[in-house]
């Protein structure tokens, strides 16, 4: 079973325009990070938040963890093209050791 | 440039035949693991290992082994492929932190088509 579940499926917007994807999952968790994925190709890192952080920033990317309702959300702001992929948030759960278990993903589409 | 690659790319094979996909990471990452994705369930934890000689089932293990004789490699064997068993299979891995669980860095990812 998957422990974080993301919401949208999918997500298509204009360029230009910010694009958030939700997070949520079951068990206390020691960091939840999110990857994007381009068609085609592996996962890369984007960005990771400990339990005990509130929000953190990357560039255009902002991420935010809220623990007490076990969710997450990954917000990139003045989307382009270039960020169309599926974006995945993973948990790490406590006393699970070094594994991470991923949601299903969000296809997000960034129309030119 | 330190690097986690995967081989082969692409493969059908047919039902029942052993197949083995290799992973080699030149990270020299304790830890590494074998992920499977597939349309509407994510990546699904197969196997992982947190050093040499160390090997644990993930969540979706059976049919499948690995075996860690080297930091370098993990390959994922396949004993009695099943149509099952197509999907597309990704290794990675990751530093060692202590109660921490660090990023994890991907290969590209072998399809694996079982006819």
Known sequence: SQQGEEDPQALSIQEGENATMNCSYKTSINNLQWYRQNSGRGLVHLILIRSNEREKHSGRLRVTLDTSKKSSSLLITASRAADTASYFCATAPNNAGNMLTFGGGTRLMVKP | ?115
């Not at chain 2, 029942?16 to 369930?41: E, P, S």
């Open chain 2, 1 to 115: 440039d330190a690097e986690i690659t995967q081989s082969p790319r692409h493969k059908i094979t047919e039902t029942g035949r052993q197949v083995t996909l290799a992973c080699h990471q030149t990270w020299n990452h304790n830890n590494m693991f074998w992920y499977r994705q597939d349309l509407g369930h994510g990546l699904r934890l197969i196997h992982y290992s947190y050093g040499v000689q160390d090997t644990n089932k993930g969540e979706v293990s059976d049919g499948y082994s690995v075996s860690r004789s080297n930091t370098e490699d993990l390959p994922l064997t396949l004993e009695s492929a099943a149509s099952s068993q197509t999907s597309v299979y990704f290794c990675a891995s990751s530093e060692s932190e202590r109660g921490y669980t660090g990023e994890l860095f991907f290969g590209e990812g072998s399809r694996l088509t079982v006819l």
